[in-house]
């Protein structure tokens, strides 16, 4: 079992680029989301 | 919002089949033991992410023949994955040159080659940022995209060729040098795998610039009004 | 075929405009010269050491000084606001590219030879033997540094931090050149020199598929 440690921080390591990466994207359009609402109240509040 | 969590779900179960593979199914190397293992993930995340590239070129030929700001959509997302993927080959390649070889860094036709291409789409998106109006940052970035696809070949032929005149000794797992067949079943069962999760980002990713430019747009009519 | 004169009359414009002040030039050999002493502080500079580095050393001075030189190539025009006059005087839009790509590959084969010798007093190397593939492979090198530079220097023109982007955009693109001509010219400085065919026929190849890129997107970089 010489090395297990360096094959889990590998496969570690790839999972949290890209959880890290998902939750960017998922972050992000959370954000855009709360924009386009926050726009389109103050549309529908303007007419 | 269902189909959403079943395809996740999918996914998953997908690499963790790829996982027991890569560990239960593929024979024991004898040279390297266990480590090896980290082949089915590096070079398939190598491979994923050069597919998630030709993708981005794909998009950005459609977008300068067709204009549609879908085709900026894919591009921009599919070069995000490809990053992220990209990334993965990077940090991988360190973890597992230390313990085998004693060094961190191996300046390795792959692990090169894969430095130049991530940092051609690292400059692809910091383009991206530095050309405000939407149309032309779309097609200039296309433009640079295509430069950068067509460079790839070159740039892995060239640091092939020279490492071919300067023979290194660290030969991490080169799909050609001599893998037994069930080996490289695995790896392309990881390979197709990694494609799903590929799929999966490059959708969310996607959706997330869809609605990115609809703001944009609904912002630019209200500044108009 | 109006392409070539076309691409004549521009060309002439471009040297002339140049040769007028040479501004150019002049700061780009001494930009050269400088890297040249500075890269001398970073090995020991005796014989055997200068032969193993000199030719990395000579290209990567090369390559930064090309993306220096070539941020004024559509900035000018930017600057004058000439493109869209400049688009209207020709009918196809690749003269343009061509004129100017033609002169920026002049303009750095000059600055590279003029350097030349300089460069082979200060790291001992020899070069009158293999002059002469010293020059093709300087002028092949230079022609795909210019193709690029000229293309990639039209989207920096129109970009925030342009001085930075073009050579961000330019360095990683242009690797395989820095691979390919410090391995040839590496060759030619060894001391049984030998012509590197595989680099030079790269070199060629290079070339040829980025002048076709620019000819088949190059009327795109230049859209209003």
């Not at chain 2, 199914?25 to 597919?51: E, N």
């Not at chain 2, 695995?186 to 999966?200: D, G, K, P, R």
């Not at chain 3, 606001?81 to 343009?96: G, K, Q, Y």
Request: proline share 5%.
């Amino acid at each position: 079992m010489k090395n297990i440690d360096s094959l889990f921080a590998a496969y570690m390591a790839a999972w949290a680029i890209f959880f890290v990466f998902y939750l960017t994207v998922a972050l992000r359009t959370a954000a855009i989301r709360r924009d386009l609402d926050r726009l389109k109240n103050s549309v529908a509040r303007g007419k | 919002m269902m189909k959403n969590v079943l395809a996740a779900v999918a996914v998953f179960l997908l690499l963790g089949a790829a996982a027991y593979a890569s560990f239960f199914i593929a024979p024991t190397d004898a040279k390297q033991g266990l480590i090896y293992r980290i082949l089915f993930l590096h070079v398939a995340s190598a491979w994923t992410g050069l597919t998630a590239f030709f993708i981005c070129f794909i998009a950005n030929l459609l977008y300068v023949w067709r204009r549609q700001p879908r085709w900026d959509w894919l591009g921009v997302s599919a070069a995000e994955v490809g990053l992220a993927f990209t990334t993965v080959v990077l940090v991988t390649g360190p973890i597992w040159a230390h313990p085998v070889w004693g060094i961190w860094w191996t300046w390795s036709p792959r692990l090169t080659s894969t430095f130049v291409l991530w940092l051609l789409y690292v400059v692809y998106l910091m383009l991206r940022t530095l050309v405000e109006e939407p149309d032309r940052r779309a097609l200039f970035s296309a433009l640079f995209g295509i430069f950068a696809f067509i460079d790839v070949p070159l740039v892995f032929g060239s640091i092939r060729w020279w490492r071919d005149q300067h023979p290194q000794p660290v030969v991490m797992g080169e799909p050609g040098s001599g893998m037994d067949p069930i080996m490289y079943k695995v790896l392309f069962f990881s390979w197709f795998a990694m494609l799903a999760l590929m799929t999966l980002l490059l959708r969310q990713r996607y959706k997330l610039e869809a609605m990115r430019s609809d703001l944009e747009t609904m912002q630019h009519e209200l500044e108009e009004a | 075929m109006s392409l070539l004169p076309n691409t004549a009359v521009l060309l002439g414009k471009e040297l002339r405009t140049e040769f007028r002040s040479r501004e150019l030039l002049t700061t780009t050999i001494v930009f050269i010269l400088i890297v040249i002493v500075l890269f001398s502080f970073t090995f020991d500079p005796t014989s055997d050491e200068s032969r193993r580095f000199a030719p990395g050393l000579l290209w990567l001075a090369f390559l930064f000084a090309a993306s220096l030189m070539l941020q004024p190539c559509f900035l000018r025009e930017q600057h004058n606001d000439t493109l869209s006059a400049l688009r209207l005087s020709v009918s196809d839009p690749f003269a343009i590219f061509l004129a100017k790509l033609a002169a920026n590959t002049l303009f750095l084969l000059l600055t590279e030879l003029f350097l030349l010798p300089f460069f082979a007093i200060m790291y001992n190397v020899p070069i009158v033997p293999v002059l002469h593939w010293l020059i093709l492979v300087f002028f092949l090198a230079s022609l795909g540094i210019s193709i690029a530079g000229t293309a990639l220097s039209a989207i920096s023109a129109q970009a925030r931090m342009r001085e930075l982007l073009l050579p961000l955009l330019m360095l990683p693109l242009l690797t395989p050149i820095l691979v390919a001509s410090t391995e040839v010219t590496k060759a030619l400085f060894d001391r049984a020199p030998f012509v590197q065919w595989k680099g030079i026929a790269f070199l060629a190849g290079f070339d040829l598929v980025f002048l076709t890129a620019l000819w088949l997107f190059g009327e795109y970089l230049l859209e209003e």
